[in-house]
């Protein structure tokens, strides 16, 4: 099964077949737990995994603006619950599986509330204390995310 089709939008650029392929990779935070989410089985990249909200940075917008569609369209949370959008620092996490360079842009996204509405990308999610994040089959590179983003906290 593969995901929805992709339509680009008016000035949006189509990641899909690219080698190298910018992404926001978000950590969301309500209090001191964080939000692990199950990919759908229908996502065309690692379907089945657990990850944070991700998406590829494909028009003109920056972080932020990314940060908060990605969290209105995965999860329903809207700018009112957002609390503090933290940039961390970008890397490259290379993947063999896919032949693909993931330039993968970090955000920690502080929320005032754990209720969610997902989306069909998601097909489960829990709550979890950071330590737990292990016991989890990871996207590549989210562990590397999880810790640098709450590094200081």
């Not at 700018?79 to 920690?108: M, S």
């Not at 209720?115 to 590179?141: A, H, K, Q």
Request: one cysteine or more.
């Amino acid at each position: 099964m593969s995901e929805l089709a992709f339509v680009p939008k008016p000035g949006q650029k189509d990641f899909t077949n690219e080698k190298r392929a910018p992404v926001v990779q978000c950590v969301v935070q309500c209090g001191n737990r964080i939000l692990v989410a199950r990919r759908s089985l229908m996502m065309n990249f690692y379907p089945g995994f657990w990850s944070g909200v991700s998406g590829f940075l494909d028009d003109e917008r920056g972080v932020e603006e990314k940060v908060k569609e990605e969290l209105r369209e995965e999860l329903g949370i809207g700018d009112r619950n957002i609390i503090e959008i933290i940039e961390g620092t970008v890397f490259e996490q290379e993947d063999l599986k896919y032949g693909r360079t993931w330039i993968v842009h970090p955000a920690l996204v502080k929320v005032s509330a754990d209720t969610v509405v997902p989306n069909w990308e998601i097909e489960d999610y829990r709550w979890i204390d950071p330590e737990e994040i292990e016991s989890f089959e990871l996207v590549p590179g989210f562990d590397t995310v999880v810790a640098r983003l709450l590094k200081d906290l």
